[in-house]
Nanobody
Framework: QVQLVESGGGLVQAGGSLRLSCAAS????????MGWFRQAPGKEREFVAA????????YYAGSVKGRFTISRDNAKNTVYLQMNSLKPEDTAVYYC??????????????WGQGTQVTVSS
């Protein structure tokens, strides 16, 4: 399994921006499709965005499309989530995930510890 460490969360006002990072260990990072999921209090974890191993394909949940951008730097073993025009409903713990299935967006077994994003109104 690959080890994942998220960073970049915090408190931001509605309309603001944050960039999350997920640093991965291991030499096989560049072979994994990667994703971001989030979990709000009292809700189930939900898909946010995914990117193929090469970075050529990206997928987004409807609620974030046009506002969030997923990207990766395989040389740095890092995947990013740029979040713009944040809304209070984006408040959640954001998790990085490795080796999800792009055909179904089913997450893989490797998760980071999560990073809190709080958007105030």
């Amino acid at each position: 399994q690959v080890q994942l460490v998220e960073s970049g969360g915090g408190l931001v006002q509605a309309g603001g921006s944050l960039r999350l990072s997920c640093a991965a260990s291991g030499r096989t990072f560049s072979s994994y499709d990667m994703g971001w999921f989030r979990q709000a209090p009292g809700k189930e974890r939900e898909f946010v965005a995914a990117i193929s191993w090469s970075g050529s394909r990206t997928y987004y949940a409807g609620s974030v499309k046009g506002r969030f951008t997923i990207s990766r730097d395989n040389a740095k073993n890092t995947v990013y989530l740029q979040m713009n025009s944040l809304k209070p409903e984006d408040t959640a713990v954001y998790y990085c995930n490795a080796d999800l299935r792009l055909t179904t967006l089913r997450p893989g077994d490797s998760w980071g510890q999560g990073t809190q994003v709080t958007v105030s109104s």
